[in-house]
């Protein structure tokens, strides 16, 4: 079954940056769209990007956009999230999960009920 654990989270001043990689520990890593999300303490748990199955399509929430990008190694079994001139709005607890994808053409990130083997998280902190 698949399984998958985050890392690469921390505490950066405003601007600056970080890479998470999300790896799946167990289980078939190919034909799955994988998704990165965030969670900030009192808020809904929310969509931050998507990668397709094969690479050449991703999708990002519009705050993330130019900003943050989504990276996958199918040797290593990693997607990657690297994000740059983070804000402290940026500041949740980033997951990953995977859902079959719906369209060969795109990838989303919702609705999050598709999603599953959620990983336990990495914590992101953005002073100001």
């Known amino acids: 079954q698949l399984q998958f654990v985050e890392s690469g989270g921390g505490l950066v001043h405003s601007g600056g940056s970080l890479e998470l990689s999300c790896v799946a520990s167990s289980g078939a890593f190919g034909g799955f769209v994988v998704a990165w999300f965030r969670q900030a303490p009192g808020k809904e748990r929310e969509g931050v990007s998507c990668i397709h199955p094969r690479g050449d399509i991703t999708n990002y929430v519009d705050d993330v956009k130019g900003r943050f990008t989504i990276s996958k190694d199918d040797a290593k079994k990693t997607v990657y999230l690297r994000m740059d001139n983070l804000k402290p709005e940026d500041t949740a607890v980033y997951y990953c999960?995977?859902?079959?994808?719906?369209?060969?053409?795109?990838?989303?990130?919702?609705?999050?009920?598709?999603?599953?083997?959620w990983g336990q998280g990495t914590q992101v902190t953005v002073s100001s």
């Open positions: 999960a995977a859902t079959l994808p719906a369209s060969q053409a795109s990838c989303n990130f919702t609705p999050l009920r598709a999603f599953g083997s």
